[in-house]
């Protein structure tokens, strides 16, 4: 009686047919790790040439920026042009950056609290009407913000709060998609057994949402507001339409009119490159210190059973 090997045999006693490299279909793991690798180079580079770009004219004046490679150095002019950016007409620049910063910590911090709150309560709560404020939020965050823009100005031009900073921070306190996160989020994260035995302990809902629902949600909180630091950060068109003192532009509209001003008879591009890499640094610095609060299984050991 000849005995198959295990290897070959299954519980219910059919052979089994170890797939070998040479079936069709078969692939070695090492070949999918090199393919997945080198997609993910690939995407690297795709993603990292423009910053690389960005550095390598940074260091170049005006002649070395049109007459060189532009993925090479030339002269090395970097802290030529971050003394001459931070100086020209009176430090301009330097105001530009603290409005930017200004208006994207302060609407993103806002809107990050706002939007937590009320996707908590349209995710844990049931009230009439419920549904049609989801609704609602979900229809506004497919509204494209440009189609807000001209709307906006109309009535902060009503009120007079148009070109002053209120003009662009209200606007940036509330975000349909932020809600809309948030309430994913604390459907996914916050079992509906933990609420229950906190209200039995007698914490009162506010007490919940502080104490046990809010450390929870923290890392649906940072993903939340670095969507809204960077879009507000990247906002172009609404301080365009609302803001006429160059005062309280942001940055990047402050570059703009360096660059399309007709009354400027200077050649500035080194100036706007330069101020393009400085204004790209805080989002970099701001993803690479928050992203270590981005933890998962802040909810293990909470619930037992």
Same mark, same amino acid.
């Given at each position: 009686?000849?005995?198959?090997?295990?290897?070959?045999?299954?519980?219910? @006693?059919?052979?089994?047919?170890?797939?070998?490299?040479?079936?069709?279909? #078969?692939?070695?793991?090492?070949?999918?790790?090199?393919?997945?690798?080198?997609?993910?180079?690939?995407?690297?580079?795709?993603?990292?040439?423009?910053?690389? &770009?960005?550095?390598?004219?940074?260091?170049?004046?005006?002649? !070395?920026?049109?007459?060189?490679? @532009?993925?090479?150095?030339?002269?090395?002019?970097?802290?030529?042009?971050?003394?001459?950016?931070?100086?020209?007409?009176?430090?301009? #620049?330097?105001? &530009?950056?603290?409005?930017?910063?200004?208006?994207?910590?302060?609407?993103?911090?806002?809107?990050?609290?706002?939007?937590?709150?009320? @996707?908590?309560?349209?995710?844990?709560?049931?009230?009439?009407? *419920?549904?049609?404020?989801?609704?609602?939020?979900?229809?506004?965050?497919?509204?494209?913000?440009?189609?807000?823009?001209?709307?906006?100005?109309?009535?902060?031009?009503?009120?007079?709060?148009?070109?002053?900073?209120?003009?662009?921070?209200?606007?940036?306190?509330?975000?349909?998609? +932020?809600?809309?996160?948030?309430?994913?989020?604390?459907?996914?994260?916050?079992?509906?057994?933990?609420?229950?035995?906190?209200?039995?302990? +007698?914490?009162?809902?506010? *007490?919940?949402? &502080?104490?046990?629902?809010?450390?929870?949600?923290?890392?649906?909180?940072?993903?939340?507001?670095?969507?809204?630091?960077?879009?507000?950060?990247?906002?172009?068109?609404?301080?365009?339409?609302?803001?006429?003192?160059?005062?309280?532009?942001?940055?990047?509209?402050?570059?703009?009119?360096?660059?399309? !001003?007709?009354?400027?008879?200077?050649?500035?591009?080194?100036?706007?490159?330069?101020?393009?890499?400085?204004?790209?640094?805080?989002?970099?610095?701001?993803?690479?210190?928050?992203?270590?609060?981005?933890?998962?299984?802040?909810?293990?050991?909470?619930?037992?059973?």
């Amino acid at each position: 009686m000849t005995i198959k090997p295990a290897s070959l045999r299954n519980p219910l @006693g059919q052979r089994r047919v170890e797939r070998q490299p040479g079936i069709i279909g #078969y692939k070695p793991a090492a070949a999918k790790n090199l393919l997945g690798l080198f997609f993910l180079a690939v995407m690297t580079i795709y993603f990292l040439t423009p910053i690389y &770009w960005l550095f390598i004219a940074a260091t170049k004046d005006n002649t !070395d920026l049109f007459a060189t490679y @532009g993925l090479w150095l030339a002269h090395f002019n970097l802290f030529a042009n971050l003394s001459q950016l931070a100086t020209f007409q009176n430090g301009v #620049y330097v105001h &530009w950056i603290g409005n930017t910063i200004l208006y994207a910590v302060v609407g993103g911090a806002v809107s990050t609290f706002i939007s937590v709150l009320a @996707g908590y309560a349209l995710a844990k709560f049931r009230f009439r009407g *419920r549904g049609l404020v989801f609704g609602l939020v979900l229809g506004a965050a497919l509204v494209p913000p440009t189609t807000l823009a001209l709307p906006i100005y109309l009535m902060e031009s009503k009120y007079g709060i148009a070109n002053t900073y209120w003009a662009v921070l209200l606007p940036s306190l509330l975000s349909p998609l +932020g809600v809309f996160l948030a309430r994913i989020y604390a459907i996914a994260s916050i079992p509906d057994d933990l609420l229950f035995a906190a209200r039995v302990d +007698g914490a009162s809902e506010f *007490r919940i949402f &502080w104490s046990v629902s809010l450390p929870i949600l923290m890392p649906g909180m940072i993903t939340i507001f670095l969507f809204q630091f960077v879009a507000i950060w990247n906002n172009f068109f609404l301080p365009l339409v609302v803001l006429s003192d160059p005062n309280l532009f942001p940055v990047n509209l402050g570059l703009a009119t360096w660059n399309f !001003d007709p009354a400027s008879h200077e050649l500035l591009y080194n100036l706007i490159v330069t101020g393009s890499l400085v204004a790209v640094l805080p989002l970099i610095v701001m993803f690479l210190f928050l992203q270590r609060y981005w933890r998962s299984g802040l909810t293990f050991g909470s619930l037992t059973g």
